[in-house]
C-alpha cells in the first residue's frame, strides 16, 4: 500500500471519524465498509433498509456484523420531519414548497447530507453509483461551501504512483480540475490550483509545487487560452503568499519530451511540481501526452535539470 493511503489511514483511525454512506445496495461501497469495519477505521454509517443490506452482505460473503453497524431507514427514521423542514428554509428563496423539500430529502443522498450539516455525521462518501453532478448538488445544497476559503468548487485527482515505478517511485501528484469546471475563467483556474494544492499538502504532508499547463511552452504562442493561464498564474502567484505555496511555472507537457532529448533547461523550475492544473482537460495536445509526458518523461526531466535551473 502507498505510503500517503497508508497515512490517510492512520488519520483517520486516530480519529475514529462516523462517514456516512448513501449507496448501499452497491457492491464496492458494500466492500469497503466491510475493509474499514476490520480494520477500525472509522464508524461507518449506511442508509438503506437493515434486512436487504445484511442480507446482499452475506451474499457477498462480507463480515458486517450487526452490533457494529450503523443503518438509517429513512423511511422509519425520527428525523426525517427535522430534516425536511430544514431543507425548506434553507432552498425556500429558490421557491421550493415545503412538499418538495419532505420528498427530496428522502433521497438518500440529500439525507446523507442533512446528517452531515446537523452534525450526525463527520462527511459523507457517494459518487460510486450516482453521478458527480448529483453529489455536488446535494452537498452544495445542504452542506455548503466553505467561503472563507473560496467560492468555487472545484475536484482533483491525488495519483499515487508505486514504489516499483522506475521513474516516478512513490511520487504523489495532484490534478485539478478533472470534472467539474472544465472552462475556467482566469480567476477561477488560479483558485482551482491553489486550493488544490493546499488540499494536496493536507493529503500528502508535501510542500506542493504547482504547474499551469496550455498547448505553448512559456508564451511562445500567442492565444485568448495561453493569455488566460499567463494570467492565472499571476494571480496565483500574489494570492499564494496566503497559502504559503510554491507557484512558479506555466509548462506544455509535449516540451518537456523535447527538453529531455534537446537539452534545453526549464527555466524557473527548481523543485518537482506536483501538482498540474489545466483550463481545458479535454485539449488534444494534452490528452494524448498526459501519461507518456507526465508518467514517464516529467520526473526524470525535472530531476536532471533541478539543480541547473536559475
Known sequence: MHR????????????????????????????????MIEHKLIEPVLIGKR?????RAQSLGLR?????????????????EDYAHEYFLLRQHKGIT????????????????????????????????????????????????????T???SSFFLMAFPETHYSAAGRVFTFADCGVVPYPTSEELADI???????????????????????????????ESVEKVVRALEIAKHAALRFTLMVKCSLMLPSLRASAS???????????????FSQILTLVTLATNLQNALVVQLPSVLSSKASASP
Open 4 to 35: 500517503v493511503l497508508q497515512s490517510i489511514r492512520a488519520q483517520a483511525k486516530a480519529k475514529h471519524a462516523s462517514l456516512v454512506f448513501p449507496e448501499s445496495d452497491d457492491t464496492r461501497t458494500l466492500q469497503a465498509v466491510a475493509e
Open 193 to 223: 490550483a491553489l486550493t488544490s494544492a493546499a488540499s494536496h499538502q493536507a493529503l500528502t504532508g508535501e510542500e506542493p509545487m504547482v504547474a499551469l499547463l496550455s498547448f505553448s511552452t512559456k508564451g511562445s504562442a500567442s492565444h
Open 262 to 276: 534537446a537539452r534545453r533547461p526549464i527555466a524557473q523550475l527548481q523543485v518537482k511540481p506536483m501538482c498540474l
Open 151 to 153: 467560492n468555487l468548487v
Open 64 to 80: 458486517i456484523p450487526e452490533d457494529v453497524i450503523r443503518i438509517v431507514d429513512i423511511d422509519s427514521s425520527d428525523c426525517l
Open 98 to 149: 415545503e412538499a418538495e423539500a419532505a420528498k427530496i430529502i428522502r433521497q438518500p443522498l440529500f439525507y446523507a447530507a442533512m446528517m452531515v450539516r446537523k452534525g450526525k455525521a463527520d462527511g459523507c462518501v457517494a459518487g460510486a453509483v450516482n453521478t458527480t453532478a448529483d453529489v455536488l448538488r446535494a452537498a452544495i445544497q445542504i452542506i455548503g461551501v466553505d467561503k472563507s476559503q
Open 51 to 55: 434486512a436487504e443490506i445484511l442480507e
